[in-house]
Structure formats: C-alpha cells, structure tokens
C-alpha cells in the first residue's frame, strides 16, 4: 500500500520557520518524483517545489523561491519542505505529492497524494 504521510505543520508567527516532513512507504520511493503542493481556503491547489528522481535539481514556485527548499533522502524515503520568512500569505493545508520519475509543477500529473498538513502564519 502506497502512502505518504506529512509531519510538521502547526502555527507560526510571520517571520518564523517550519519544517515540514513526509514519509513514503509502499513504492520505489528513489524512482519517483516528489513534490510539495498547497492549498489556501478558497483557492486552487498550487505547487511549492518539486524534484526529479534523478537529477537532483530542485524547482520551486516563484513566490516561494529564496524561502522554502525542497530536499528529499532516499535512504530514509523521506521529503523534506523546510519553509523560512513565512508570511501570512503562506496560510495552507501542504501536501506531499509522488509521481515517476519526472517531476512537474502540475497536480494532476502525480498520482500518490499525503492527506496533507496545515500550516498557519499569525501576522
């Protein structure tokens, strides 16, 4: 059984960091693309940052580039999301997101999916 569990969220007052963390089980977890993915009330779902399986190149959404970096180990099957300078704005439920090989910033392209984990910033 695939999953994908996300650890790590909470409330964080502008200004502060968080490290989000999520576990794979159940496939090749060093054959797959991982990525991490938001979702605010009221709004699409939209990606943070993603990874290859097989470059090592990170990828992050522009209005999160130079705060949140994506990292992954594939001897402990784990993604990492460590988010700094967090802004009100950054208020979401972020989910963890697995698909072959190549990564991509489009939901619809993964296919394993964590059940997510809320984050809020306080200004």
């Known amino acids: 059984e695939v999953q994908l569990v996300e650890s790590g969220g909470g409330l964080v007052q502008a200004g502060g960091s968080l490290k989000l963390s999520c576990a794979a089980s159940?496939?090749?977890?060093?054959?797959?693309?991982i990525a991490w993915f938001r979702q605010a009330p009221g709004k699409e779902r939209e990606a943070v940052a993603w990874?290859?399986?097989?470059?090592?190149?990170?990828h992050c959404a522009d209005s999160m580039k130079g705060r949140f970096t994506i990292s992954r180990d594939n001897d402990k099957n784990t993604v990492i999301l460590q988010m700094n300078s967090l802004k009100p704005e950054d208020t979401a439920v972020y989910y963890c997101?697995?698909?072959?090989?190549?990564?991509?910033?489009?939901?619809?392209?993964?296919?394993?999916w964590g059940q997510g984990a809320r984050v809020t910033v306080s200004s």
């Open positions: 997101a697995a698909k072959y090989y190549k990564g991509s910033p489009w939901a619809a392209d993964y296919d394993y």
């Open positions: 159940g496939f090749i977890f060093n054959e797959y693309a």
């Open positions: 990874m290859s399986s097989d470059d090592g190149i990170t």
